[in-house]
């Protein structure tokens, strides 16, 4: 939820903060009022670390609140979701390009989360972190609100190790050896692109460039690219900060007319490749790997790309 100051339109509308983070969520969706009430005094409605929210919750400005709209009838073909990993906790899918993680607008069937629900049949999946809409790869999802909190906290900690393949031109800011790029990233609400702007740093990624290759378009570097931090479209925006924009990319440097359609046969060359933590249940290292392949959206062959320990 914003604090004071951040350019949001419930906020604006009422002469102070709401007292209680219900009273913001009813301002932000009024027509959907009395079922959210329903949800909260069912305690499906989560704050951070997963405590559950109610009626006398106060309004934190930077406080998350994690609750599901009803899913709307939709015009759209079914999603099936390929599976990298699961247990009786949690699920890790391999998120195609062009999908938003989690329900978004007019994307809420068209969403990682409502197509795991449809999948497995189980209303209480959710995502623990996000991929941007146009990027694709290993995406967490947790099966039972329970246990939510237990694994938003490796997050919350940066326990979690995430690694990133993606395609760029090529220059001699970035070779074999890892560069490290520091900056401070803004996100405003409304506004399509984040930006960089002077100030304590608050975004750190570690990237570099594994191989080269030539194509009909040119040569092109393939980076591995490790995010240290979350900060919205942090890649995006470091890479291009490097004079290297991601091949497929219609956000950066500028954004194109139709930067919000996506393109299947282009798609952004950015892939959640990776991702390794310790299990919070049963203590045991866990990897997993995405089956897409940089340079195409085609999926590799063979069998689940995980290693526990």
């Known amino acids: 939820m914003p604090g004071p100051g951040a350019p949001d339109p419930v906020l604006d509308s009422l002469p102070g903060l709401p007292r209680t983070a219900v009273d913001y969520v009813r301002a932000r969706f009024p027509d959907d009022a009395a079922w959210f009430a329903r949800e909260v005094a069912a ?24 609750f599901h709209r009803p899913v709307p009838d939709e015009d759209a073909p079914p999603v099936t979701l390929d599976v990298l990993y699961e247990d009786e906790w949690i699920l890790a899918v391999d998120k195609p390009h062009g999908l938003c993680s989690t329900p978004k607008g007019e994307n809420v069937r068209r969403s990682v989360v409502v197509a795991a629900r449809c999948q497995f049949g189980n209303d209480e999946i959710s995502a623990l972190h996000r991929l941007d809409r146009s990027t694709g790869g290993v995406l967490l999802l947790c099966r039972h609100a329970e246990d939510r909190g237990a694994f938003h906290r490796m997050f919350q900690e940066r326990t979690v190790r995430k690694t990133y393949w993606a395609v760029a031109g090529v220059n001699e800011r970035v070779g074999e050896e890892t560069v490290r790029v520091e900056s401070r990233i803004r996100k405003i609400q409304g506004v399509v692109q984040a930006f960089e702007e002077p100030g304590e740093v608050n975004a750190v990624t570690d990237v570099r460039r594994v191989e080269t290759f030539t194509d009909a378009q040119g040569e092109w570097g393939l980076y591995e690219i490790a995010p240290l931090t979350g900060r919205t479209h942090q890649i995006r925006v470091h890479m291009t900060s490097l004079g290297l924009p991601l091949r497929g990319d219609k956000l950066y440097p500028e954004p194109r007319e139709d930067f919000d359609v996506e393109d299947p046969d282009n798609p952004l060359q950015l892939i959640a490749r990776s991702i390794a933590f310790t299990h919070p249940v049963t203590g045991r290292t866990v990897r997993i790997d995405s089956r897409l392949t940089p340079g195409s959206h085609a999926r590799a062959t063979g069998g689940r790309n995980v290693t526990i320990a």
């Not at 305690?43 to 994690?66: A, C, F, I, K, N």
């Open 43 to 66: 305690g499906r409605v989560l704050g951070d670390g997963g405590v559950v929210v109610t009626p006398e919750t106060p309004y934190e400005p930077g406080v998350s609140v994690w």
